[in-house]
């Protein structure tokens, strides 16, 4: 079974700094996705970030990067010119390809807190 | 388009009674997901529905546990016979086909 560890239950950036937040998963199959979403206080998840298994490259979107390292099972989150709004849980998880399901696995989460 | 919704945002339920929760998922999207979310955890898994069709549950999902899609539109997710460990925050998403999933803002369950 495919697992997914967050090993930081909380993170601190002062505003306008760089966070990585980190993400290890554990699975035996080859394609698959992983995804970052974060949770605001008492609002809804909401998709930061995407990447296929397949792809070498690593995705961004605006001031968030990932590194995703396959052989090492290893996805990470960067945040860049961190804001106040940035301030959140963070879930990362894994949604295979071959499996035939569409379920997501979702780590425990991290609370980033940005300070001014 | 105005995302999922789902309703009630917060349920408060004495031990043994049933609820009832339903989830609007954003209007082309054809598959629909229910999640359970305890503090301090991720979500997890408890069922999946392509468009009327319930073609995953988890284990997590025991036999007081009923979730319905009856149209292929909104869903509605029972818990009959409250326990104080049903407590939690029950959320929905929904996605088109393969894409991602689209999450709802939950429902808290308080069970006394």
């Known amino acids: 079974a495919q697992t997914v560890t967050q090993s930081q239950p909380e993170m601190s950036v002062q505003e306008a700094e760089t966070v990585t937040l980190s993400c290890t998963y554990d699975?035996?199959?080859?394609?698959?996705?992983l995804f970052w979403y974060k949770q605001p206080p008492s609002r809804q998840m909401i998709l930061v970030i995407r990447?296929?298994?397949?792809?070498?490259q690593n995705a961004t979107e605006n001031r968030f990067s990932v590194n995703f390292q396959k052989a090492a099972k290893s996805f990470s989150l960067k945040i860049s010119d961190s804001q106040l709004g940035d301030a959140a849980m963070y879930f990362c998880?894994?949604?295979?390809?071959?499996?035939?399901?569409?379920?997501?696995?979702f780590g425990t989460g991290t609370r980033l807190k940005v300070l001014a | 388009d105005t995302g999922v919704s789902q309703n009630p945002r917060h349920k408060i339920t004495k031990r043994g009674q049933n609820v009832t929760f339903r989830c609007d998922p954003i209007?082309?999207?054809?598959?629909l997901y229910w999640y359970r979310q305890t503090l301090g955890q991720g979500p997890e898994f408890l069922t999946y529905?392509?468009?009327?069709?319930?073609?995953?549950k988890s284990r997590l999902l025991s036999d007081r546990f009923s979730a319905e899609r009856p149209k292929g539109s909104f869903s509605t997710l029972e818990i009959q016979r409250t326990e104080q460990g049903d407590s939690a925050m029950y959320l929905c998403?929904?996605?088109?086909?393969?894409?991602?999933?689209?999450f709802g803002p939950g429902t808290r369950l308080t069970v006394l």
């Open positions: 699975t035996s199959e080859s394609d698959y996705y």
């Open positions: 990447q296929e298994a397949y792809k070498q």
């Open positions: 998880a894994y949604r295979s390809l071959t499996s035939g399901t569409y379920k997501y696995i």
């Open positions: 998403a929904s996605s088109l086909a393969d894409r991602e999933q689209f």
């Open positions: 529905f392509q468009n009327e069709a319930q073609l995953e």
């Open positions: 209007s082309e999207h054809n598959r």
